[in-house]
């Protein structure tokens, strides 16, 4: 009974500290990664959002789309940051390909 609450207790002192940590990183961060962590954030809500549709049509296009338009912001910040001309050449052609789709989905009755 002791070594439970122990380590219920010890989780429960941790778990404020593991928080702040991470803000703290955020914090000092830079922008690109801060662009990054944002971009990924607002996705992974979106995303899950979108799981909470009772249509399986209209959570599929609302999760894909969140997803589509997060790839898209990567790629935007890739090519404000990065420098290899490989991986800006990928990002250019991720915008194009998700882009097309994303107006697909935005036009779909089902959104």
């Not at 399986?56 to 999760?63: H, I, L, Y």
């Amino acid at each position: 009974m002791r070594l439970p609450l122990c380590l219920l207790l010890g989780g429960a002192l941790a778990l404020p500290c593991m928080v702040l940590s991470a803000q703290a990183q955020e914090q000092h961060a830079s922008p690109m990664n801060q662009e990054y962590h944002q971009q990924m954030s607002r996705m992974h809500d979106e995303m899950m959002a979108a799981m909470n549709e009772q249509d399986p049509d209209r959570a599929f296009a609302r999760g894909m789309l969140a997803h589509h338009i997060g790839a898209v912001e990567m790629a935007q910040t890739q090519l404000k940051y990065g420098k290899d001309p490989e991986m800006r050449r990928l990002a250019e052609s991720v915008i194009a390909a998700q882009q097309q789709e994303i107006n697909q989905m935005k036009a779909h009755p089902a959104k």
